[in-house]
T-cell receptor, first 111, second 117 residues
């Protein structure tokens, strides 16, 4: 079992719809969770960080964390073509340690 | 805040050349920096963790004599690809943690695209 798993996609949604990206992790002791967006040919950029169970909202983005189910998700409301990118889920098992990345989910928002 | 600068952004060179890539934290001190490699259509692969003032920790399968890492100050880490060959062509990206903020996200540089002819 991979440490951090994501569906590779591509996930295709129409413009204006909600895009739902999912991620599961294997280390139950993980404390920090991050979503990064990576455009083709570019380096990752941080979208959201979440540390506690529940929802965290920032503009059109909502991160959801369920530590009991070892599950973290990212919702993108009112999806725009500019949201088309690969979304990377990253988990830090221990404080200060390295991040473990999922393989990324490719999102395509169709006009 | 938390800006990471990486240089150069693009390198094209002949096989056998050694290439040095710099990673700087511009507005914070980074005791730890990370070096990743990414091949097309694949996810990030951690190569090594660079610690200021000590030897880097390499991931399994990464040749430490091939990929030399130096982290001489709290704001600069370098990766040198020695005697590069075409199979070393890839996208190399560094990232850094903010000093003293062990649960904070990593901030990435813009990456270096290395092409070996």
């Amino acid at each position: 079992q991979k440490e951090v798993e994501q569906n590779s996609g591509p996930l295709s949604v129409p413009e204006g719809a909600i895009a739902s990206l999912n991620c599961t992790y294997s280390d139950r002791g993980s404390q920090s969770f991050f979503w990064y967006r990576q455009y083709s040919g570019k380096s990752p950029e941080l979208i959201m960080s979440i540390y506690s169970n529940g929802d965290k909202e920032d503009g059109r983005f909502t991160a959801q964390l369920n530590k009991a189910s070892q599950y973290v998700s990212l919702l993108i409301r009112d999806s725009q073509p500019s949201d088309s990118a690969t979304y990377l889920c990253a988990v830090r098992p221990n404080q200060g340690g390295k991040l473990i990345f999922g393989q990324g989910t490719e999102l395509s928002v169709k006009p | 805040g938390a800006v990471v600068s990486q240089h150069p952004s693009w390198v094209i060179c002949k096989s056998g050349t050694s290439v040095k890539i710099e990673c700087r934290s511009l507005d914070f001190q980074a005791t730890t920096m990370f070096w990743y490699r990414q091949f097309p259509k694949q996810s990030l692969m951690l190569m090594a963790t660079s610690n200021e003032g000590s030897k880097a920790t390499y991931e399994q399968g990464v040749e430490k004599d091939k990929f030399l890492i130096n982290h001489a100050s709290l704001t600069l880490s370098t990766l040198t690809v020695t005697s590069a060959h075409p199979e070393d062509s890839s996208f190399y990206i560094c990232s850094a943690n903010t000093q003293g903020a062990s649960n904070q996200p990593q901030h990435f540089g813009d990456g270096t695209r290395l092409s070996i002819l």
